[in-house]
């Protein structure tokens, strides 16, 4: 970053090749496109550039682009109007039937029996899992999974104590968990739970 | 602090439990916090149990689909960044001239303010012997007749008289 910052072409082209594929992972999940997904990494590139010259050497890169991605994914959120939170609090609800994942699985692949255990599909159900969540609580576990971020660096990036960061995380993992275990220990879905 | 930071015979609750075991996972707990939770995880299956579902699920997470993204990309945000690197050179070009009749502007603003406050500093706090001198001009054009006048208070009898006054408006 600091080559970049003295205006090295070619490093800030490492640094693009570097991080593209993480960027856009997490901004998909956040704003649930990939095409708007990309739009918005190359803006976050952009920014980066353009601030280049505000970097503080030390600083973690990687802390500052995943917060100017923040920023970029919940203002377009808000600007499409497509900020449709689902929150699933699975200490507060009542039966599957009643709960959003439901209405996801169902959207995605209709009615589901108990089936055998299969890469497409847990992919499927990983990914229902993490939409289930609110757009706190995938991005706090994007950044811890996929990133590595410590619960420090997680706050930075969402302008939250570490204490929050810990509680958050921490419904967040308790709801895939409540999600995802049925399917992992007995191979069934939610939706196929409920009928 | 939470439940399990404090050595205690009860179970805590199952959200405090959860959050530790998280915690315990990342990697965040301190070393103390972390020995609580693996006694706790060496006596009572339930929370084995609690930790295996956890981590289970977050394993689950490595199944999400990861499309790499090809050179393509990196080609067209390269030359976003160049066009827009190119477009904020021109900007500074243009604006150059601009700036720089800016800035003598406010450097001759400033010069010259700074000149109008020099000038009422040293009006006011440098002693001018011609002030006093044209102060005092009545009096020495008429010293002469004055030392003609012994008693002051005569003098002063005659200035309320308004004898002097005629020369005052004169002045």
Request: hydrophobic share 40%; aromatic share 6%; glycine share 4%.
């Amino acid at each position: 970053m600091l080559e970049v910052r003295d205006g090295s072409g070619a490093a800030f082209e490492r640094l693009v090749q570097r991080f593209q594929s993480r960027l856009v992972m997490v901004l998909e999940h956040l704003v649930g496109n990939r095409d708007l997904a990309e739009d918005l990494a190359q803006e976050v590139f952009l920014r980066v550039y353009r601030a280049r010259q505000t970097y503080v050497p030390g600083a973690k890169f990687s802390t500052w682009l995943f917060t100017i991605a923040n920023n970029l994914a919940a203002s377009a959120l808000r600007s499409k109007g497509r900020h449709h939170e689902v929150h699933l609090d699975l200490q507060d609800t009542g039966p599957w039937k009643a709960r959003p994942l439901e209405a996801l699985l169902q959207a995605s692949s209709g009615q589901m029996p108990a089936r055998q255990f299969d890469k497409a599909e847990m992919r499927d159900m990983v990914h229902l899992a993490l939409k289930s969540l609110s757009e706190r609580q995938r991005l706090a576990v994007l950044l811890n999974k996929f990133e590595g971020m410590c619960y420090a660096d997680i706050a930075e990036v969402m302008e939250l104590t570490p204490k929050a960061v810990k509680s958050l995380l921490s419904r967040a993992r308790m709801n895939l968990r409540d999600i995802l275990q049925p399917y992992l220990e007995h191979g069934e879905s939610p939706a196929a739970e409920s009928s | 602090m939470s439940q399990l930071s404090q050595p205690s015979d009860e179970s805590p609750e199952p959200a405090v439990l959860d959050e530790q075991l998280v915690a315990y996972l990342d990697g965040e707990l301190s070393p103390e916090e972390s020995r609580r939770v693996e006694s706790l995880l060496a006596s009572d299956p339930a929370v084995r149990r609690r930790l295996q579902g956890l981590d289970c699920s977050w394993q689950a997470l490595d199944e999400l689909e990861r499309v790499p993204l090809d050179n393509q990309f990196t080609r067209t945000t390269m030359e976003m960044v160049a066009l827009a690197a190119t477009e904020d050179l021109e900007r500074n070009r243009r604006e150059k001239p601009r700036q720089r009749r800016r800035r003598w502007l406010l450097a001759g603003l400033s010069l010259g303010l700074a000149a109008a406050c020099g000038f009422v500093v040293v009006w006011f706090a440098w002693p001018d012997p011609d002030r006093q001198l044209l102060q005092d001009l009545p009096l020495l054009q008429r010293l002469d007749e004055y030392r003609q006048v012994d008693d002051i208070e005569f003098l002063k009898m005659l200035a309320r008289e308004g004898l002097f006054d005629e020369d005052r408006t004169q002045h």
